[in-house]
């Protein structure tokens, strides 16, 4: 199973655009009056008017000061506004009032959901915020916060309103999939300041080798963090109510371990996707690495064993069981005993995906307190886990292979109108909801593709909204939501950035003709059975034709073959031009997560690179067939001239691509470290993944971004053109022309 297409094996029905918009909620009532909150809150009562912060506003509390509800309250105004709020000294009106009183809120729920419940008063002259908890002081002010913008003689207003609020699921996970990239510490801790304004309370952290495991130093990734720094980061996302939860691949999606010549012994059937599950060698590893890992995430309750994609599951030489679809489910369950009970007994929960190879009728054979990370729609599955009384999370997927930019919208195929992930997530969310006995969601965003973290966030948010309220809110709205919220009120047209953003990457992505790649082959297989799929593609093109001598005889590709493209490149430059003209607008206007813009740019400035390429290689050829022509009407100057014209025509390309590729990466490196980084003199061990086509892994570093274009060969192609002008040149008794400029 695909695990970019568990969307859809979990909702097989995925209602076209136009159907789900019957079906979709209508606008909030704080929509309406022109606000926007993430995620939506469960009752808003709304009264007449507005209430206006001034200057002559401060804040009481039953509560420290250094609590983080406060600090957030302080903090935010500061940051956003550049707004001081000084606490109060025994006054009754022009306050904001923050308290923890336990039962302000009855919400008739599990003491989880309970605790994270709050009521936020807005009156003309005060506002009271009170949490069941500190929890829910703490999200009492992020809707607080929230609400404000400002009016248009500049004050910050919020309307008079009550709203009581708890969420629907207790868990709600975001997924940080760092396995071809590592942030920065500092990058890390935004990520936590945004999750919890989103009410996020969990993130999936998939470490891989991004993390120096003091067991098996040689796993670790140059540079990866070290226990201190992992614990440091969760210390701050514990701080706002979110646990960091280790989430490591295994058993199988492990060549970040097995590429090491160290544990060579334990890959399953010869290949380093997968480890061998009947040896005990691999219990020992894994259950060490799970221990490094616990000591560095003290006070987390969970912890994610993957057990994603586990294609092969007893295939090894050393399993003694036939290898067939029944001992394929056992093996997987024996795994799924050990490592709950290892992590039991250190007082874990234990998450797991409980999917292929399972079958259902095993899944009686688990622990009833293992939470299923994908919650299936299959009857049979669902019924045992209900006998079993096993919890589930509700999955949707925001990125798996697309290239540079996610699909959140809605987009034109062949195929008609398609919905984006926004969208499906929508359906997934509110349909499952009705199944099972979830107890959170789960949003998925995997590094496959190389793609940037900050292109995430619109899907990161959608995890939150309907992890808190599963379809209290449409997909446009939330989108709309979403670019007030994260950029700012002032900033208006940024969803047609993203639309555009979407259409230059898809562009990209169908502009490459895909071959079998000459470095990789086939790969091992997948779950269908070994050897089966699996073939791995190259995203290419070939150099334009080289002209023949004498005469620079001349059969073109881009103007034939290619031509539909080309003319589609034009077109897409000139939107591309728009589009980094819209980013350009508007980095100086948002209010904040400017760099996220910033990575946008890179990204538009990567694909209108692209889009002139394919322009230039229709030219380039153009110019070449003029030379052919001046050759045969005997105009040997002209051609040389016509001939130089192309090579620096391609000289442009070939440096354009240098410029941009350097411009995106001291864009991408503000947040992160360099991919494949030295650090110390050891530098990262690059070994592709035996079984996975994953486009980021197709360099050691961030130059997978331009290797189509340099799988061209347009440097070699110039050399040989080159040697045609020389030739030429002096054939025809002409001065050799100066190439270097």
């Given at each position: 199973?695909?695990?970019?297409?568990k969307?859809?094996?979990?909702?097989?029905?995925?209602?076209?655009?136009?159907?789900?918009?019957a079906?979709?909620?209508?606008?909030?009532?704080?929509?309406?009056?022109?606000?926007?909150?993430?995620?939506?809150?469960?009752?808003?009562?709304?009264?007449?008017g507005?209430?206006?912060?001034?200057?002559?506003?401060?804040?009481?509390t039953?509560?420290?000061?250094?609590?983080?509800?406060?600090?957030?309250?302080?903090?935010?105004?500061?940051?956003?506004?550049?707004?001081?709020?000084?606490?109060?000294?025994?006054?009754?009106?022009?306050?904001?009032?923050?308290?923890?009183?336990?039962?302000t809120?009855?919400?008739?729920?599990?003491?989880?959901?309970?605790?994270q419940?709050?009521?936020?008063?807005?009156?003309?002259?005060?506002?009271?915020?009170?949490?069941?908890?500190?929890?829910?002081?703490?999200?009492?002010?992020?809707?607080?916060?929230?609400?404000?913008?400002?009016?248009r003689?500049?004050?910050?207003?919020?309307?008079?309103?009550?709203?009581?609020d708890w969420?629907?699921?207790?868990?709600?996970?975001?997924?940080?999939?760092t396995?071809?990239?590592?942030?920065?510490?500092?990058?890390?801790?935004?990520?936590?300041?945004?999750?919890?304004?989103?009410?996020?309370n969990?993130?999936?952290f998939e470490?891989?080798?991004?993390?120096?495991?003091p067991?098996?130093?040689?796993?670790?990734?140059?540079?990866?963090?070290?226990?201190?720094?992992?614990?440091?980061?969760?210390?701050?996302?514990?701080?706002?109510?979110?646990?960091?939860?280790?989430?490591?691949?295994?058993?199988?999606?492990?060549?970040?371990?097995?590429?090491?010549?160290?544990?060579?012994?334990?890959?399953?059937?010869?290949?380093?996707?997968?480890?061998?599950?009947?040896?005990?060698?691999?219990?020992?590893?894994?259950?060490s690495?799970?221990?490094?890992?616990?000591?560095?995430?003290?006070?987390?309750?969970?912890?994610?064993?993957?057990?994603?994609?586990?294609?092969y599951?007893?295939?090894?030489?050393?399993?003694?069981?036939?290898?067939?679809?029944?001992?394929?489910?056992?093996?997987?369950?024996?795994?799924?005993?050990?490592?709950?009970?290892?992590?039991?007994?250190?007082?874990?929960?234990?998450?797991?995906?409980?999917?292929?190879?399972?079958?259902?009728?095993?899944?009686?054979?688990?622990?009833?307190?293992?939470?299923?990370g994908?919650?299936?729609?299959?009857?049979?599955?669902?019924?045992?886990?209900a006998?079993?009384?096993?919890?589930?999370?509700?999955?949707a997927s925001?990125?798996?292979?697309?290239?540079?930019?996610?699909?959140?919208?809605?987009?034109?195929?062949?195929?008609?109108?398609?919905?984006?992930r926004?969208?499906?997530?929508?359906?997934?969310?509110?349909?499952?909801?009705?199944?099972?006995?979830?107890?959170?969601?789960?949003?998925?965003?995997?590094?496959?593709s190389g793609?940037?973290?900050?292109?995430?966030?619109?899907?990161?948010?959608?995890?939150?909204?309907?992890?808190?309220?599963?379809?209290?809110?449409?997909?446009?709205?939330?989108?709309?939501?979403?670019?007030?919220?994260?950029?700012?009120?002032?900033?208006?047209?940024?969803?047609?950035v993203?639309?555009?953003?979407?259409?230059?990457?898809?562009?990209?992505?169908k502009?490459?003709?895909?071959?079998?790649?000459?470095?990789?082959?086939?790969?091992y297989?997948?779950?269908?059975?070994?050897?089966?799929?699996g073939t791995?593609?190259?995203?290419?093109?070939p150099?334009?034709?080289?002209?023949?001598?004498?005469?620079?005889?001349?059969?073109?590709?881009?103007t034939?073959?290619?031509?539909?493209?080309?003319?589609?490149?034009?077109?897409?430059?000139?939107?591309?031009?728009?589009?980094?003209?819209?980013?350009?607008?508007?980095?100086p206007?948002?209010?904040?997560?400017?760099h996220?813009?910033?990575?946008?740019?890179?990204?538009?400035?990567?694909?209108?690179?692209?889009?002139?390429?394919?322009?230039?290689?229709?030219?380039i050829?153009k110019?070449?067939?003029?030379?052919?022509?001046?050759?045969?009407g005997?105009?040997?100057?002209?051609?040389?001239?016509?001939?130089?014209?192309?090579?620096?025509?391609?000289?442009?390309?070939?440096?354009?691509?240098?410029?941009?590729f350097?411009?995106?990466?001291?864009?991408?490196?503000?947040?992160?470290?360099?991919?494949?980084?030295?650090?110390?003199?050891?530098?990262?061990?690059?070994?592709?993944?035996?079984?996975?086509?994953?486009?980021?892994?197709?360099?050691?570093?961030?130059t997978?971004?331009?290797?189509?274009?340099?799988?061209i060969?347009?440097?070699?192609?110039?050399?040989?053109?080159?040697?045609?002008?020389?030739?030429?040149?002096?054939?025809?008794?002409?001065?050799?022309?100066?190439?270097?400029s």
């Open positions: 199973m695909n695990r970019f297409c969307l859809f094996v979990i909702l097989p029905l995925v209602l076209s655009s136009s159907a789900a918009a079906s979709e909620p209508g606008l909030t009532d704080l929509c309406s009056r022109g606000y926007s909150v993430i995620p939506s809150p469960r009752t808003v009562k709304l009264g007449e507005e209430t206006a912060i001034t200057t002559a506003w401060s804040y009481s039953n509560v420290s000061r250094d609590h983080i509800a406060v600090r957030a309250l302080v903090g935010d105004l500061q940051a956003f506004h550049s707004f001081q709020l000084a606490p109060a000294r025994d006054r009754e009106e022009d306050l904001i009032l923050l308290s923890v009183q336990a039962g809120v009855r919400t008739g729920t599990d003491p989880e959901l309970d605790k419940a709050y009521r936020l008063i807005i009156a003309p002259r005060r506002i009271d915020i009170t949490g069941n908890s500190d929890q829910g002081l703490f999200y009492g002010v992020q809707t607080f916060l929230q609400l404000l913008k400002p009016d003689p500049g004050r910050l207003v919020l309307p008079v309103a009550t709203i009581e969420p629907a699921f207790q868990l709600r996970f975001l997924h940080w999939d396995k071809h990239h590592q942030d920065r510490m500092e990058t890390l801790k935004r990520y936590l300041d945004w999750s919890a304004r989103f009410k996020v969990m993130i999936g470490l891989e080798d991004k993390f120096a495991y067991s098996h130093p040689v796993i670790g990734a140059p540079g990866a963090f070290t226990p201190a720094e992992l614990q440091e980061m969760v210390d701050y996302g514990l701080e706002r109510f979110i646990q960091i939860v280790p989430q490591i691949q295994s058993p199988a999606h492990m060549a970040y371990v097995l590429k090491h010549p160290q544990y060579a012994h334990l890959r399953s059937d010869g290949n380093n996707y997968q480890s061998c599950m009947c040896d005990e060698k691999t219990y020992e590893l894994l259950f690495m799970y221990d490094d890992l616990l000591k560095a995430t003290r006070g987390v309750q969970y912890f994610h064993v993957s057990t994603d994609e586990v294609y599951a007893g295939i090894c030489e050393k399993c003694s069981r036939p290898y067939n679809d029944e001992n394929r489910s056992l093996t997987w369950i024996d795994f799924a005993k050990r490592a709950h009970a290892f992590l039991s007994a250190r007082g874990r929960k234990m998450l797991a995906w409980v999917e292929y190879p399972v079958q259902a009728e095993h899944i009686r054979l688990l622990p009833p307190d293992l939470i299923n994908v919650m299936s729609s299959d009857d049979a599955q669902l019924r045992e886990e006998v079993l009384g096993m919890r589930q999370l509700i999955y925001f990125q798996g292979e697309e290239r540079l930019f996610p699909n959140h919208l809605s987009m034109e195929t062949d195929r008609g109108v398609q919905p984006g926004i969208a499906e997530a929508f359906e997934t969310y509110r349909g499952m909801a009705r199944l099972g006995n979830p107890m959170g969601v789960y949003g998925a965003a995997w590094d496959d793609l940037h973290g900050e292109t995430f966030w619109l899907g990161w948010s959608a995890a939150a909204q309907y992890g808190w309220g599963p379809g209290r809110v449409s997909p446009d709205q939330h989108v709309a939501d979403f670019m007030s919220v994260f950029y700012g009120p002032d900033v208006a047209g940024m969803t047609d993203y639309r555009r953003l979407q259409s230059q990457a898809r562009f990209f992505e502009s490459w003709d895909r071959v079998v790649s000459r470095a990789r082959g086939k790969a297989g997948n779950s269908e059975g070994k050897g089966i799929g791995r593609y190259d995203m290419t093109l150099p334009p034709a080289l002209p023949s001598l004498p005469g620079l005889d001349y059969k073109p590709v881009y034939g073959r290619y031509k539909d493209i080309t003319d589609q490149a034009r077109s897409m430059e000139l939107q591309s031009d728009q589009l980094i003209e819209k980013l350009l607008e508007r980095i206007r948002v209010s904040c997560n400017r996220n813009l910033e990575v946008f740019l890179s990204i538009a400035w990567l694909t209108r690179h692209h889009n002139r390429m394919l322009g230039a290689l229709a030219g050829e110019t070449l067939l003029s030379a052919h022509s001046s050759a045969e005997k105009q040997p100057r002209q051609a040389l001239r016509q001939l130089v014209e192309a090579y620096r025509a391609a000289a442009l390309v070939a440096q354009e691509r240098t410029d941009v350097k411009a995106l990466s001291g864009v991408w490196e503000k947040s992160r470290f360099p991919k494949g980084q030295e650090v110390g003199g050891r530098k990262f061990y690059h070994v592709m993944d035996d079984t996975k086509d994953h486009w980021a892994d197709r360099r050691p570093d961030l997978y971004m331009i290797a189509p274009e340099e799988s060969g347009f440097d070699q192609w110039m050399t040989k053109l080159a040697d045609v002008i020389q030739t030429f040149a002096q054939a025809h008794s002409l001065p050799v022309p100066e190439l270097a």
